[in-house]
T-cell receptor, first 114, second 109 residues
Framework: DGGITQSPKYLFRKEGQNVTLSCEQN?????MYWYRQDPGQGLRLIYY???????QKGDIAEGYSVSREKKESFPLTVTSAQKNPTAFYLC?????????????FGPGTRLTVL | AQRVTQPEKLLSVFKGAPVELKCNYS??????LFWYVQYSRQRLQLLLR?????SIKGFTADLNKGETSFHLKKPFAQEEDSAMYYC???????????WGLGTSLAVNP
């Protein structure tokens, strides 16, 4: 374990509030990813970033925003525009030090909207 | 379109029985395929990848380009193999992975 961390582990939010999930990695990976994991729906890609100051929308980017100002950090903001934000969020990274494009995952953040 | 299909949501076997978790993909180019595993209360982690042709924890997976499949197999299942298993595809030069919906494996004593 270690290498990629997410905080907090559990997060509660009231409807209408924005909330930011933290993801940090010390693996010197250039690429980072945010996924949403819902029962029976597998992993769905929200956003990904292949290099600092650049990121691309994934399959379900609506209602989310990201930034990539530092190589080590890729925070995800869940905005009030996200219609169904209650979910388990996973951050991952990959890079030259990971062989064969393996993605390394954080422990996840469980977001609950009250 | 690129797609990964895992037809079984849940697979239940008895300890010592063979197990096969199915994965089919749709991609016209040369694929790079992975199996990831998520044990209870642990992080999602790489189990194996086709390119290295390795056996991890007794599991193997062979890429069959003719059938566009990458099934995960183990001859004798153990209780500790109970977990969620995901098949994933990397298509072309894009760094992102395309994921199947996952198969929950339950190995019963």
């Amino acid at each position: 374990d270690g290498g990629i961390t997410q905080s907090p582990k559990y997060l509660f939010r009231k409807e209408g509030q924005n909330v930011t999930l933290s993801c940090e990695q010390n693996l010197n990976h250039d690429a980072m990813y945010w996924y949403r994991q819902d029962p029976g729906q597998g992993l769905r890609l929200i956003y990904y970033s292949q290099i600092v100051n650049d990121f691309q929308k994934g399959d379900i980017a609506e209602g989310y925003s990201v930034s990539r100002e530092k190589k080590e950090s890729f925070p995800l903001t869940v905005t009030s525009a996200q219609k169904n934000p209650t979910a388990f969020y996973l951050c991952a990274s990959s890079g030259p030090t990971s062989s064969y494009n393996e993605q390394f995952f954080g422990p996840g953040t469980r977001l609950t909207v009250l | 379109a690129q797609r990964v299909t895992q037809p079984e949501k849940l697979l239940s076997v008895f300890k010592g029985a063979p197990v096969e978790l199915k994965c089919n993909y749709s991609y016209s180019g040369s694929p790079e395929l992975f199996w990831y595993v998520q044990y209870s209360r642990q992080r999602l982690q790489l189990l194996l990848r086709h390119i290295s042709r390795e056996s991890i924890k007794g599991f193997t997976a062979d890429l069959n380009k003719g059938e566009t499949s990458f099934h995960l197999k183990k001859p004798f299942a153990q209780e500790e193999d109970s977990a969620m298993y995901y098949c994933a595809l990397r298509a072309g030069n894009n760094r992102k992975l395309i994921w199947g919906l996952g198969t929950s494996l339950a190995v019963n004593p």
